[in-house]
C-alpha cells in the first residue's frame, strides 16, 4: 500500500500569510494527487487535482505542485475562510489513500 | 449540478452489518465510479472502496473481507454493506463520485473526488 504523509499535522498562521503544506508518498504516484478542504462538520471540498490543476470556483490563490513523490499546496494569502483541515490524497493501482491531514490554525 | 445524499440507520448493534445508501441526483450515476469514504470523529479520512455504474468494485485491502458494495441504476443509487460491525467503525460515512482524467502516456486512467455528499453519522453501540 501506497502511504502519504502530510507535514506538518498544524500550522499556525495570520491571514495575510503566504502557506505551504507538504504530502510525501511512500513511492512515485505520478502526478495522480488531491487536495481536498475540509471544515467542521462538513464533507471535504476538491481544491487541485492532478498535482496541480485547480478545480473550477476554486480562488487562485490556492496552488499545488509537485510529482513524483513530493507535493505541495500552498496558499499565497490566507484569507479567513480558509482556516481548516487539508488532505492529500493518492490514486494509484485501483486505491485510494489519504494523508493524515494538516489543521491550518489562526494564529 | 449532481448531488449526493447518505442514508441509512444511524445506530447499528455490534456484529451486526451497517447498510447505507447513496442516492444521486441532478445527474446520471451511469459511466461513473461512486466511493464510500468514512471519518471517525476528531480523525482522518479513509477510503472504504467505490463501486462503477456497471457494477466492477475495487475495495480498500483493510476492509475487503467485510465489505460489499451494489448499484441499482434504475434508483439511481448505490449502496454499501459492512458487515461485523465494532465500535471501530464508528464514524461519518460520505458517498462521492470519482472523476476520470485518461494518462494516454500511461495508458491508464487517473482518479479524484469531485462530489461529496454531507456525509451521515453512524454509532455501533448495543
Known amino acids: 500500500d501506497i502511504q502519504m504523509t502530510q507535514s506538518p499535522s498544524t500550522l499556525s498562521a495570520s491571514v495575510g500569510d503566504r502557506v505551504t503544506i507538504t504530502c510525501r508518498a511512500s513511492q512515485s504516484i505520478n502526478s495522480w494527487l488531491a487536495w481536498y478542504q475540509q471544515k467542521p462538520g462538513k464533507a471535504p471540498n476538491l481544491l487541485i487535482y492532478?498535482?496541480?490543476s485547480l478545480e473550477s470556483g476554486v480562488p487562485s490563490r490556492f496552488s499545488g505542485t509537485g510529482s513524483g513523490t513530493e507535493f505541495t499546496l500552498t496558499i499565497s494569502s490566507l484569507q479567513p475562510d480558509d482556516f481548516a483541515t487539508y488532505y492529500c490524497?493518492?490514486?494509484?493501482?485501483?486505491?485510494?489513500?489519504f494523508g493524515q491531514g494538516t489543521k491550518l490554525e489562526i494564529k | 449540478q449532481v448531488q449526493l445524499q447518505e442514508s441509512g440507520p444511524g445506530l447499528v448493534k455490534p456484529s451486526e452489518t451497517l447498510s447505507l445508501t447513496c442516492t444521486v441526483s441532478g445527474g446520471s450515476i451511469s459511466n461513473f465510479y461512486w466511493s464510500w469514504i468514512r471519518q471517525p470523529a476528531g480523525k482522518g479520512l479513509e477510503w472504504i472502496g467505490r463501486i462503477h455504474s456497471t457494477g466492477s468494485t475495487n475495495y480498500n485491502p483493510s476492509l475487503k473481507s467485510r465489505v460489499t458494495m451494489s448499484v441499482d441504476t434504475s434508483k439511481n443509487q448505490f449502496s454499501l454493506k459492512l458487515t461485523s460491525v465494532t465500535a471501530a467503525d464508528t464514524a461519518v460515512y460520505y458517498c462521492?463520485?470519482?472523476?476520470?482524467?485518461?494518462?494516454?502516456?500511461?495508458?491508464?486512467?487517473?482518479?479524484?473526488?469531485?462530489?461529496w455528499g454531507k456525509g451521515t453519522t453512524v454509532t455501533v453501540s448495543s
Open positions: 492532478k498535482a496541480s
Open positions: 490524497q493518492q490514486y494509484n493501482s485501483y486505491s485510494y489513500t
Open positions: 462521492a463520485r470519482d472523476k476520470g482524467v485518461w494518462f494516454g502516456d500511461l495508458y491508464s486512467y487517473y482518479y479524484y473526488m469531485d462530489v
